[in-house]
């Protein structure tokens, strides 16, 4: 239950399009969503998170889509570039817990082909 | 967004040795610090959480006399590797989460550790 699947596990989109990667989710007692960007040999950045009150959030070229009833949801980078080429992981924590610990996805490899 | 600073970035030592590994979160008050360690091509794996003041609480499977951390303030937590070995080597990455700021958690750059 404290899973979350990630998929795919790679990625290849050529320069101008759109990548989509998909997470899912068991607990239903997660209430919030972030999606981290990782460059090699470096940390996670936080790339945008959202809510499950709403259905989407868009933060310039990077957009969620969240469905509640289904447990899952989506980011979507539109107009993908050579350096959005990274490791991108979704992730899901409970609020009410005090120990705030996400549960991360297993991680999408994405490459931009110029 | 917040910073977490991670020190040092990357460090080789020798069987046996312990090597520590700093993180400070630079502008704002970190409740609750993580620690992960990560594979190659794999995903984050929490070591443990800790809060300031009290002691560390160790995933299962962690072992804790291995792996000593110290949260002794707000914006200060501490990985040592006891007696490291080569299958210690790994990437290290901590985080930090203030209560004031939900539940976002704030990443260091990480620390390569290889042990020799």
């Known amino acids: 239950q404290q899973q979350v699947k990630q998929s795919p596990q790679s990625l290849i989109v050529q320069k101008g399009g759109i990548s989509i990667i998909n997470c899912a989710y068991e607990n239903t007692a997660f209430d919030y969503f972030p999606w981290y960007q990782q460059f090699p040999g470096k940390g996670p950045a936080l790339l945008i998170a959202i809510r499950p009150d709403v259905s989407e959030k868009k933060e310039g070229r990077f957009t969620i889509s969240f469905n509640k009833s289904a447990k899952q949801f989506s980011l979507h980078i539109m107009d993908s570039q050579p350096g959005d080429s990274a490791t991108y992981f979704c992730a899901a924590v409970k609020g009410s817990s005090n120990t705030g610990k996400l549960i991360f996805g297993q991680g999408t490899t994405l490459q931009v082909k110029p | 967004g917040a910073v977490v600073s991670q020190h040092p970035s990357r460090v080789i030592c020798k069987s046996g040795t312990s090597v520590k590994i700093e993180c400070r979160s630079l502008?704002?008050?970190?409740?609750?610090m993580f620690w992960y360690r990560q594979f190659p091509k794999q995903s984050l794996m929490l070591m443990a959480t800790s809060n300031e003041g009290s002691k560390a609480t160790y995933e299962q499977g962690v072992e804790k006399d291995k792996f000593l951390i110290n949260h002794a303030s707000l914006t200060l937590s501490t990985l040592t590797v006891t007696s490291a070995h080569p299958e210690d080597s790994s990437f290290y990455i901590c985080?930090?989460?203030?209560?004031?700021?939900?539940?976002?958690?704030?990443f260091g750059a990480g620390t390569r550790l290889s042990v020799l």
């Open positions: 502008d704002f008050q970190a409740t609750t």
């Open positions: 985080s930090a989460r203030a209560g004031t700021r939900g539940n976002i958690q704030y």
